[in-house]
């Protein structure tokens, strides 16, 4: 039996706020919501049903940390452990793993993969230190081949973050552009390969060529596309609420407007944003 399922549960009364709380504490309230003395909900829950869970509070956390609030940040962590704890008393209830398996593998990992460190392996810069994680990952996953490499990228992440993922486990062994230029250039082949696309179909195939292209100029940039348009997409929504509180105070109504007015509006908004800088772009 898993170990947080040997020992009793402590009554319900015992459960207050305070000041500090231990990991075991953790594990104990986490056991108690999933008893028969717990909660309705926490009970019916499964690996599958908390996927998405998971998902939406790493996101939470990197929109904290993007907030730049270290409150908010370590509010956001707790959340994320609580799901890490919720899988793992899960598993200790089937008697698959338990919470100390999980912090064992983990701490397994940092020693297996830091071999710079703990092992023969030398690295005395980042690029050194991921390259040597990299070939430890490798071994320990008995990826024999390249491709191996390339299907072992998850591919449930968003897609411009796996395409970049995709496209570092390649330049691993050369398969790259030596400069920027390179994806640059391809960007304009793709945009003419879109324009000559003779159906709907070769249209997806090309647009899809484009985004990939679009990472690759981004990745030899050092720019995360994922974080990129996430922060583009929260630009538009800024600059449109600005759009919109501009027609309503000059009385224009939205969705009445020509699209040149509209334009027109737009750069009032951005010339105001960005100090009078008409030549940004939208």
């Known amino acids: 039996m898993p170990d947080n399922q040997q020992r009793p549960l402590p009554p319900a009364e015992s459960f207050v706020p305070k000041n500090e709380f231990t990991v075991a504490e953790l594990l104990d309230l986490m056991a108690f919501l999933r008893s028969e003395q717990g909660c309705p909900w926490d009970r019916e829950q499964t690996h599958g049903s908390l996927r998405q869970n998971l998902l939406e509070e790493a996101y939470e956390v990197i929109d904290a940390i993007e907030s730049g609030q270290p409150d908010r940040l370590c509010d956001e962590l707790g959340d994320v452990l609580m799901q890490v704890v919720f899988h793992a008393q899960m598993a200790a209830e089937d008697g698959t793993f338990t919470f100390s398996d999980v912090v064992t593998a983990i701490c397994n990992k940092l020693i297996s993969r830091h071999t710079h460190i703990f092992g023969p392996d030398r690295a005395s810069t980042p690029d050194a230190v991921i390259a040597n994680w990299e070939k430890n990952k490798k071994l320990e996953k008995g990826l024999e081949s390249q491709t191996q490499v390339l299907l072992d990228v998850p591919r449930t992440l968003p897609a411009l973050q796996r395409s970049y993922k995709v496209q570092q486990k390649a330049a691993q062994v050369g398969f790259d552009w030596a400069e920027a230029d390179g994806p640059r250039q391809k960007i304009e082949e793709e945009l003419a390969e879109i324009q000559a696309a003779p159906n709907q179909e070769r249209l997806e195939?090309?647009?899809?060529?484009?985004?990939?292209?679009?990472?690759?100029?981004?990745?030899?940039?050092?720019?995360?596309?994922?974080?990129?348009?996430?922060?583009?997409?929260?630009?538009?929504?800024?600059?449109?609420?600005?759009?919109?509180?501009?027609?309503?105070?000059r009385q224009l109504k939205l969705g009445t407007l020509p699209l040149a007015e509209l334009d027109r509006l737009w750069d009032t908004v951005k010339q105001d944003e960005k100090g009078g800088d008409s030549h940004a772009s939208r």
Do not use: C
């Open 205 to 249: 195939d090309e647009l899809g060529d484009l985004l990939f292209s679009a990472v690759n100029y981004a990745r030899h940039l050092k720019v995360q596309p994922e974080m990129a348009l996430n922060r583009a997409t929260e630009k538009f929504i800024r600059r449109f609420a600005a759009l919109e509180a501009l027609a309503e105070s």
